[in-house]
Structures are given as structure tokens and as C-alpha cells.
């Protein structure tokens, strides 16, 4: 049954498990991670096209562009997702994009403290991405914000599976 009652976006987030994350075979314990901060609805492994990943990245592209003065980042987005798996999963929560976003860690993983989980799964540094003229591999992504959350999963799962944005057993997902 579709309804017009609207998302109520705090209480969800996607996270993205980059392609470091599938490479490594690190998925399943860094979903072990998530869901100890938030319930898994769902989970997939998908290969991005370039549209998705340069909408997900978009910030990158435009307004946060002048930050990386190191690398090629539309070249650089290409390379590293592009053909590559990634794990996507869709977490729900009270306060959910908050609340995972603290478990995530600094984006350096050579700077996020060990209970977390770039601290503790994450091998690459800034420091060493920037000498290398790439993108920092930092093994997950997750939505900022509930805005963030609504942007990527219309990235990620899109329209055709709203149906997912309403948890088994809960009438308040909406």
C-alpha cells in the first residue's frame, strides 16, 4: 500500500562500504559495526556507474573542488569506483545519520581513534593519498545528515524501492 505520508529522514541513513572495504572482505564486519548503531533494512552489493558515483560525490566535483588541489577527482572518483563494487546498505534509527557518523571516525583513518570503525579497519592515510595524487581510502561512507540520507538514497536505491524506507514491524519509518 502506498501512502503520501512523507520520510521522516532523521531517522534513516546509507552507508556506502567503499571499494577498499570490498576488497579487503571487510563488509560483514563493518556491518557488524553499523548495526550496533543502527538496524540494517537492507544491504547489497552494487557496481556504480559514473552518473551515480559523481551524484553521490557531488560536492566533491563543485563547491569542495578548490580542497583537492592534489588530485584529478573526477579522474580519480572514475578510477576507484567505477567497475568496482561497493556495499550499500540502508541503516534506520532514531537520529540515525548523527549517530552513525560518530562511529565512523575522522575521515583520515590515521587519525580516528581504535573504537572506531576507520580507526580500526582503515589502512590508508591522508598524508599518503596526497603523495600519491589520489582520493583518501577510507573504507566507508555514511550520510551527514537526514538531507544527506533522502539525496543518496534516491542515488543509491531510488523510487522503486521506497518500499524499504518502512521497517518490517514500524509504523513510524515514515
Partial sequence: MTT???VDWTRWTVVLL???CVARGLVEPVLTWVSTEVSL???RLVTPTEEQIFAHYADLLTTRRHH???VDVAADLRRTYVGQPVGIA???GPNAAP???DLLGHFDPSHA??????GRFGQDSLRKAQAEGRLIANVIHAS???AGAKREFGIWYGATLRHLLVPEGDSHGR
Fill in 41 to 43: 533494512v537492507d544491504q
Fill in 113 to 118: 581513534g581504535l573504537l572506531t570503525i576507520r
Fill in 4 to 6: 503520501t505520508v512523507d
Fill in 144 to 146: 551527514d545528515n537526514p
Fill in 68 to 70: 583537492f588541489t592534489w
Fill in 99 to 101: 549517530r552513525l557518523r
Fill in 18 to 20: 567503499k571499494p577498499d
Fill in 90 to 92: 540502508l541503516g534506520h
